[in-house]
């Protein structure tokens, strides 16, 4: 019997057999691929798939970023036989066609392109993004050809006025449910089918006097995707209303709303939430979209970024018993990911776990969760008194925001729960400050409080085209390198590829600023010292600051100089 791809992984040691089994639980609550639940869980990366395959089966495994393919070579196989099967042609010498192929136990695929090609196939292995980023650059990309298609060809009325299309009971959208002739509803498909491929975490949707512009927030960054026609402006947020469920008549006041929606990718089908707000602006109104798609989010701390020391005390103190842990920052700092991967690594049968947040943006099993609700009195303070009454291990709070919050989730992490959750501040050390300008005694900041953690995202630079940078000593000085780190390190910087859509940065990583309260730390609360006491004191007890973690990164080759600055100070 052949081993199986589970097997062969733990043989080549690239997975733990703790790891396996976790994602074979994965897999009997969400069928798929094994390899691709490894993946998405952050336990192997592509490439390690793609080595073992290449093992397992015999084919070779190649760089697909390191070829040119020839124009004739690409026509040999139509567009949506490659996308279908995510495989694609390398290069043909006689009657003999390379093939590059993710899944290289599809037979039948290959059986097939030999009959329509009547030539013989040698098969290749190759990371499947990599083979997807291949066929958007050789085939172009066709969910964007498609829209600018459809944008060149679409015959438009001189009627702007809003059409208001069919509300459904349910606001999941599929083929066959909406009427593919509405060019305002083809259009919404094809831009959010585009935004989740893209890997887009946001889509704005903004009017102005004489275009109506749209913008993908990807890796952080917003891009201007397409301007579609003005006749479009009213049918498109109209359309957005109604299957957000918004009221469409009302013009005048900020709306919030959520769909879901059933996107067709270049592999597979699969359902994405996401949050909407309208914001009523003079030209008319602006929409943003959230796209919560589970498969971006990472529930392994280990993936995220942490350097070892960091990562060590925050997986120490989210294994006590009780106390308060706080994760700092910005919006968009991946502060919500942190702290699903934090229970993540505590859900199990024998524990209670109750989270409060505003809204719920993930639903993971085994998690008690709670969309709070101001309208109707259902606030965080009242989630949590209610949460003190169901038996609680640990709480997860979405965000304290105000004194009585903060007070009822210092009480519950005095009387034996762990609580868990987020703050807007600039670094670690100013979150004791804030707490006690929130009206908390330092008494019971100091006897709570366990850790602190400040965070940030920034982007990483792409592998595929990266390039040595030359900067001076002084200048790496300045930054934050010490002399004989200025002197020695090798700093990468970005250069743009089709890889990256000539961005030179690819995906994102997090920097943390991790302040573990000892008993010196509290007693300096106590006595009311400074922001900048305690942040001296946490730097001589170990603690990294954001800038430290972040030239950690551009020591190791993963960010840019340009980007650290970007999100951290020197002090």
């Given at each position: 019997?052949?081993?199986?791809?589970?097997?062969?992984?733990?043989?080549?040691?690239k997975?733990?057999?703790?790891?396996?089994?976790?994602?074979?639980?994965?897999?009997?609550?969400?069928?798929?691929?094994?390899?691709?639940?490894?993946?998405?869980?952050?336990?192997?990366?592509?490439?390690?798939?793609?080595?073992?395959?290449?093992?397992q089966?015999?084919?070779?495994?190649?760089?697909?970023?390191?070829?040119?393919?020839?124009?004739?070579?690409?026509?040999?196989?139509?567009?949506?036989?490659?996308?279908?099967?995510?495989?694609?042609?390398?290069?043909?010498?006689?009657?003999?066609?390379?093939?590059?192929?993710?899944?290289?136990?599809?037979?039948?695929?290959?059986?097939?392109?030999?009959?329509?090609?009547?030539?013989?196939?040698?098969?290749?292995?190759?990371?499947?993004?990599?083979?997807?980023?291949?066929?958007?650059?050789?085939?172009?990309?066709?969910?964007?050809?498609?829209?600018?298609?459809?944008?060149?060809?679409?015959?438009?009325?001189?009627?702007?006025?809003?059409?208001?299309m069919?509300?459904?009971e349910?606001?999941?959208?599929?083929?066959?449910?909406?009427?593919?002739?509405?060019p305002a509803?083809?259009?919404?498909?094809?831009?959010?089918?585009?935004?989740?491929?893209?890997?887009?975490?946001?889509?704005?949707?903004?009017?102005?006097?004489?275009?109506?512009?749209?913008?993908?927030?990807?890796?952080?960054?917003?891009?201007?995707?397409?301007?579609?026609?003005?006749?479009?402006?009213?049918?498109?947020?109209?359309?957005?209303?109604?299957?957000?469920?918004?009221?469409?008549?009302?013009?005048?006041?900020?709306?919030?709303?959520?769909?879901?929606?059933?996107?067709?990718?270049?592999?597979?089908?699969?359902?994405?939430?996401?949050?909407?707000?309208?914001?009523?602006?003079i030209?008319?109104?602006?929409?943003?979209?959230?796209?919560?798609?589970?498969?971006?989010?990472?529930?392994?701390?280990?993936q995220?970024?942490?350097?070892?020391?960091?990562?060590?005390k925050?997986?120490?103190?989210?294994?006590?018993?009780?106390?308060?842990?706080?994760?700092?920052?910005?919006t968009?700092?991946?502060?919500?990911?942190?702290l699903?991967?934090?229970?993540?690594?505590?859900?199990?049968?024998?524990?209670n776990?109750?989270?409060?947040?505003?809204?719920?943006?993930?639903?993971?099993?085994?998690?008690?969760?709670?969309?709070?609700?101001?309208?109707?009195?259902?606030t965080?303070?009242?989630?949590?008194?209610?949460?003190?009454?169901?038996?609680?291990?640990?709480?997860?709070?979405?965000?304290?925001r105000?004194?009585?919050?903060?007070d009822i989730?210092?009480?519950?992490?005095?009387?034996?729960?762990?609580?868990?959750?987020?703050l807007?501040?600039?670094d670690?050390?100013?979150?004791?400050?804030?707490?006690?300008?929130?009206?908390?005694?330092?008494?019971?900041?100091?006897?709570s409080?366990?850790?602190?953690?400040?965070?940030?995202l920034?982007?990483?630079?792409?592998?595929?085209?990266?390039g040595?940078?030359?900067?001076?000593?002084?200048?790496?000085i300045?930054?934050g390198?010490?002399?004989?780190?200025?002197?020695a390190?090798?700093?990468?910087?970005?250069?743009?590829?089709?890889?990256?859509?000539?961005?030179?940065?690819?995906?994102?990583?997090?920097?943390?600023?991790?302040?573990?309260l000892?008993?010196?730390l509290?007693?300096?609360?106590?006595?009311?010292?400074?922001?900048?006491?305690?942040?001296?004191?946490?730097?001589?007890k170990?603690?990294?600051?954001?800038?430290?973690?972040?030239?950690?990164?551009?020591?190791?080759?993963?960010?840019?100089?340009?980007?650290?600055?970007?999100?951290?100070?020197?002090?």
């Amino acid at each position: 019997m052949a081993m199986r791809l589970g097997d062969f992984l733990l043989k080549e040691r690239k997975i733990t057999e703790e790891k396996l089994q976790h994602a074979l639980e994965v897999q009997k609550k969400e069928p798929g691929k094994l390899g691709s639940i490894l993946i998405r869980l952050g336990h192997v990366t592509e490439e390690d798939i793609a080595q073992v395959l290449s093992k397992q089966f015999g084919y070779p495994s190649i760089n697909l970023s390191k070829f040119e393919i020839d124009e004739k070579v690409i026509e040999l196989i139509k567009p949506d036989i490659a996308r279908k099967h995510v495989v694609i042609p390398i290069h043909r010498i006689g009657s003999n066609l390379t093939l590059a192929m993710a899944d290289p136990s599809n037979l039948f695929v290959q059986e097939e392109i030999r009959f329509s090609t009547n030539l013989r196939i040698q098969a290749v292995i190759a990371p499947e993004s990599s083979i997807l980023e291949a066929i958007d650059k050789y085939y172009g990309s066709s969910t964007g050809i498609e829209a600018q298609k459809f944008l060149d060809e679409i015959e438009l009325s001189e009627d702007s006025n809003v059409e208001v299309m069919e509300t459904k009971e349910d606001d999941l959208m599929s083929e066959g449910e909406i009427d593919e002739d509405a060019p305002a509803i083809k259009l919404v498909n094809l831009i959010f089918n585009d935004a989740i491929i893209k890997g887009a975490s946001d889509i704005h949707f903004e009017p102005y006097e004489k275009e109506f512009r749209v913008r993908l927030r990807i890796d952080g960054v917003l891009h201007e995707y397409m301007k579609p026609p003005m006749n479009l402006k009213n049918k498109v947020t109209s359309r957005l209303k109604i299957v957000s469920g918004m009221d469409i008549a009302e013009k005048r006041l900020p709306q919030d709303g959520r769909i879901k929606t059933k996107i067709d990718t270049n592999t597979a089908k699969k359902v994405v939430d996401m949050r909407v707000s309208s914001l009523p602006t003079i030209h008319g109104e602006k929409i943003v979209i959230r796209i919560l798609d589970k498969d971006q989010l990472k529930l392994d701390l280990t993936q995220l970024g942490f350097e070892p020391i960091s990562l060590q005390k925050f997986e120490r103190n989210i294994k006590e018993p009780w106390g308060i842990i706080l994760v700092t920052g910005p919006t968009g700092s991946g502060k919500t990911n942190t702290l699903y991967s934090a229970v993540a690594k505590l859900n199990d049968d024998e524990v209670n776990i109750l989270t409060a947040e505003n809204p719920v943006e993930f639903n993971i099993f085994g998690l008690n969760q709670v969309n709070i609700k101001e309208q109707i009195g259902l606030t965080f303070p009242a989630a949590l008194r209610t949460f003190m009454r169901q038996d609680p291990n640990i709480i997860l709070v979405g965000e304290i925001r105000d004194f009585e919050t903060a007070d009822i989730a210092i009480k519950a992490a005095l009387t034996g729960h762990l609580v868990l959750s987020t703050l807007h501040t600039n670094d670690a050390p100013s979150t004791i400050a804030r707490l006690i300008n929130m009206g908390i005694e330092p008494f019971l900041v100091a006897t709570s409080l366990r850790l602190v953690q400040a965070q940030r995202l920034i982007r990483r630079l792409c592998n595929g085209c990266k390039g040595v940078a030359k900067i001076p000593a002084q200048t790496l000085i300045e930054i934050g390198f010490t002399p004989e780190e200025a002197k020695a390190v090798q700093i990468f910087e970005p250069k743009g590829c089709d890889k990256c859509n000539n961005t030179g940065y690819k995906g994102r990583v997090g920097l943390f600023e991790v302040m573990e309260l000892d008993e010196e730390l509290r007693e300096m609360v106590m006595i009311g010292a400074s922001t900048a006491e305690l942040r001296q004191k946490a730097k001589e007890k170990g603690m990294l600051t954001l800038r430290q973690s972040g030239l950690e990164k551009i020591k190791q080759g993963i960010t840019s100089i340009e980007e650290v600055l970007r999100e951290t100070s020197k002090v």
